[in-house]
């Protein structure tokens, strides 16, 4: 099992950053592909971005692309959001995911995910 635990969120105007946090506990990190996907309210989940077990490749959402950064620590066993030049677009639940087959986390099919941290962008 790997618990996965969010944190950063909050309340930005847009144009700000934010920088999103997903600790996880269990089994070893350091095996895993991470991701996040955020759901906004009335809209489905969506694929933001992933990150490779080593850190060495990413792949992000169109939308996302040139304004979120992801990174690992494996070290702290923490998988990083970083968030510039928000939008109110950008307004959602944001959830980490994890799971051995980089390809389930981009899929959002991956075993294992968090509860989610708020953000919300004000115009």
């Known amino acids: 099992q790997v618990q996965l635990v969010e944190s950063g969120g909050g309340l930005v105007q847009a144009g700000g950053s934010l920088r999103l946090s997903c600790a996880a506990s269990?089994?070893?990190?350091?095996?895993?592909?991470m991701g996040w996907f955020r759901q906004a309210p009335g809209k489905e989940r969506e694929f933001v971005a992933a990150i490779s077990w080593s850190g060495g490749s990413t792949h992000y959402a169109a939308p996302v692309k040139g304004r979120f950064t992801i990174s690992r620590d494996n070290a702290k066993d923490t998988v990083y959001l970083q968030m510039n030049s928000l939008k109110p677009e950008d307004t959602a639940v944001y959830s980490c995911?994890?799971?051995?087959?980089?390809?389930?986390?981009?899929?959002?099919?991956?075993?294992?995910w968090g509860q989610g941290t708020q953000v919300t962008v004000s115009s």
């Open positions: 269990g089994r070893t990190f350091s095996s895993y592909a």
């Open positions: 995911n994890a799971d051995l087959q980089p390809q389930r986390v981009v899929a959002g099919t991956a075993d294992y």
